[in-house]
């Protein structure tokens, strides 16, 4: 198990995306360039302009971080729940 997939993220206030990609200090456009996904991805996914990315992505993004798909598919699930909750 990595570090990434042993420790959730625990901020409540920021996407669990961005706070993943800050714990390995990596900006969005590296991230991207890691994962193989278009400029603004990433940016659309971490400030909600996008609640969910597709299956594909979601894949190359977990890959990215290394973290297993379902970690962070449950984390952008919670993530939009408490967003909706506050809404």
């Given at each position: ?44 996914l971490e400030t ?38 506050v809404s």
């Amino acid at each position: 198990m990595s570090a990434q997939e042993a420790t959730s993220p625990t901020n409540n206030n920021e996407h669990p995306l961005r706070t993943r990609r800050i714990d390995l200090r990596l900006s969005q456009a590296e991230l991207e360039r890691r994962c193989g996904l278009n400029t603004g991805v990433l940016n659309a996914l971490e400030t909600g302009r996008a609640s969910y990315p597709n299956s594909t992505t979601l894949a190359a993004i977990a890959r990215g971080l290394d973290v297993p798909m379902q970690t962070l598919f449950d984390e952008f699930e919670m993530w939009n729940i408490k967003r909706r909750l506050v809404s």
